[in-house]
């Protein structure tokens, strides 16, 4: 008789050589990937302050991606979506308690980067957590009333949504309005 569980065992042992022979395959890749990063220096203040400008524009960056499909529809410029308002709203919702870390992660004040940010922030960062955290429940409000499909209702909702990132920009951006 055919023996199933020898068999069954044989097949597994081999999997087991696989799965080994590959994972030490895979620690090899990983180790080589990493290395570079080991061998440079550290990067430069200066270079810090860039990335973390980068990083802090690339955040905004975002929320106005999300946010232009919406105000496009209040300008109709874009035909009426509520699904594509809501996902877009959840996503400002989900981005938006980042900004304070995005923020705080470095005071870029004394460095030579090209921002919009205001060096008061960093002096205000308790108040930058709450603008965030009201953006993050405009967008919430905005994207429940969007579940509800109605047009009309949900644009209306643009000046409260669209006010929570005004009300941070009128107080930390360069005003370029
Ligand atoms: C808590 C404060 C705060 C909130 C809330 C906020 N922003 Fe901003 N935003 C900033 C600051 C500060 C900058 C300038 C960043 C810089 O230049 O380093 C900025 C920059 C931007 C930029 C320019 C990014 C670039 O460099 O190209 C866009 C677009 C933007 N915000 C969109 C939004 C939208 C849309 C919202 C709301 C959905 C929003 N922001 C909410 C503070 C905020």
């Known amino acids: 008789m055919y023996d199933f569980a020898g068999a069954a065992c ?16 895979l620690v090899v890749a990983f180790t080589a990937l990493a290395l570079p990063s080991f061998a440079q220096e550290a990067p430069s203040p200066e270079k810090r ?11 905004f960056k975002l929320l106005g991606f999300n946010m232009a499909p919406i105000v496009g529809m209040a300008r109709a410029r874009l035909p009426f979506d509520a699904a ?3 996902r877009n709203a959840r996503r400002i919702a989900s981005l938006a308690p980042m900004i304070p870390d995005v923020l705080a992660a470095m005071d870029t004040r004394e460095f ?5 940010a205001l060096p008061l922030i960093w002096d205000n960062l308790d108040d930058i957590d709450d603008k965030a955290q009201n953006l993050v429940s405009e967008a919430n409000k905005f994207a429940d009333v969007a579940a509800d499909g109605d047009q009309q209702l949900t644009l209306r909702g643009l000046r ?3 006010g929570a990132c005004g ?3 009128d107080a ?6």
């Open 10 to 25: 044989q097949v597994n042992g081999i999997f087991k050589m696989r799965t080994r022979a590959l994972s030490s395959v």
């Open 49 to 59: 302050a860039e990335n973390a400008t980068a990083t802090r524009q690339g955040l």
């Open 84 to 86: 594509t308002a809501e």
């Open 112 to 116: 030579d980067v090209e921002t919009e």
């Open 160 to 162: 409260a949504l669209g």
């Open 167 to 169: 009300n941070c920009h």
């Open 172 to 177: 930390y951006r360069v005003d370029n309005d």
